[in-house]
Every structure is written in structure tokens, then in C-alpha cells.
């Protein structure tokens, strides 16, 4: 396995912080075309879904938010 970018970092934890791959694009001056292409890249890299995308909006699976627990801290530091 590779390790990610940064940027795929980045994209994990805004979407995750705000549920949305559009207002994560915002923030981090991208498309969202981009931020999701960076968190499939990541869910294939990984080998397993971090979100659950439906109508309603993103919802972290059990297997994103304990990665990005561990991305947050990463990034905070």
C-alpha cells in the first residue's frame, strides 16, 4: 500500500468534519469532483468504504470515523 497524500488527508477530514464532499471542496479551494476522487482513491486504497453517500448527505462508516481519528490527530500535530 502507498501511503495517501496529504491532500487525500485533507479531503477526508473536512468531508468528515462537514458531511459533504461540496462544502469540503469549499473550504480546501477544490471541486468536489476532486475531494471525491481523492476519498475513492482512498476507500480502493484502504480497501474499505470510509462514507455511506445516500440523498441525505455523507455519513461516516464505522471503519471512516476510526481513520479519521487517527488522520485528525496526524493533522492537528
Given amino acids: ?5 496529504i ?5 477526508l477530514d473536512a468531508s468528515a ?10 473550504e480546501l479551494h477544490l471541486t ?3 475531494v471525491s476522487h481523492h476519498i475513492l ?3 480502493r486504497d ?3 468504504p470510509l462514507f455511506v ?7 461516516l ?6 481513520y479519521w481519528a487517527e488522520v485528525s490527530s496526524a493533522l492537528r500535530q
Avoid at 17 to 26: D, G, I, P
Avoid at 61 to 66: I, M, N, V
Fill in 41 to 43: 482513491n482512498l476507500e
Fill in 46 to 48: 484502504l480497501g474499505v
Fill in 7 to 11: 491532500t487525500a488527508l485533507r479531503c
Fill in 53 to 59: 453517500r445516500n440523498r441525505a448527505g455523507l455519513k
Fill in 17 to 26: 468534519r462537514l458531511l459533504s464532499f461540496t462544502r469540503a471542496a469549499v
Fill in 61 to 66: 462508516t464505522d471503519a471512516g470515523r476510526s
Fill in 1 to 5: 500500500m502507498t501511503l495517501p497524500s
Fill in 32 to 34: 468536489q469532483s476532486a
